[in-house]
């Protein structure tokens, strides 16, 4: 009989034999659901901007190149590095200093006299530009302040 079953004695239907493999369709298909739903919610759970408020005791940032720092100061003057700037200049003057390169760290210092308002238009100027690794610096609890 060529068309036989295997292990039949040609009689009438063989004898069951369970299969002894893994059929693993069903874990890939529960897998790239999970995927899916990680590569959806993902972008939803992180923010573009980390903020550091005053006093925090955060442990320092460590990078591999030296990061630009905008200081505003209590009369609302924007200094980059240590040079004064106009907010309307700003993203051109730090697309020059840091030669096109958006992914250079931003550290942005403000008075604790600048209000809330005035610090949100400086960063989002910043990250209008381009830029985002934007994070704000904060005085460490129990360390004199720089200038003090």
Known sequence: MAGGMIGGNGKGRGRY?????????????????????????????????N??????????????????????????QIFLQNSQVELGNLVATLQQISQNNQDRRIFV???????????????ATITQGGFTKVALLAQQPGTAAPGK
């Not at 790239?32 to 993902?42: C, D, E, G, W």
């Not at 903020?51 to 609302?76: G, H, Y």
């Not at 604790?112 to 949100?120: N, R, W």
């Open 109 to 123: 210092r403000g008075d604790q006299s600048v209000t809330y308002g005035d610090m949100l238009q400086v960063m």
């Open 17 to 49: 034999k369970p299969m002894a493999e893994i059929n693993v369709t069903p874990l890939v298909d529960v897998m790239l659901v999970l995927l899916i739903v990680f590569m959806i919610t993902a972008p939803m759970i992180t923010s573009g901007v």
């Open 51 to 76: 903020v550091n408020l005053p006093q925090a005791s955060a442990t320092p940032v460590q990078s591999d190149s030296t990061p630009i720092t905008i200081t505003v100061n209590a009369q609302n």
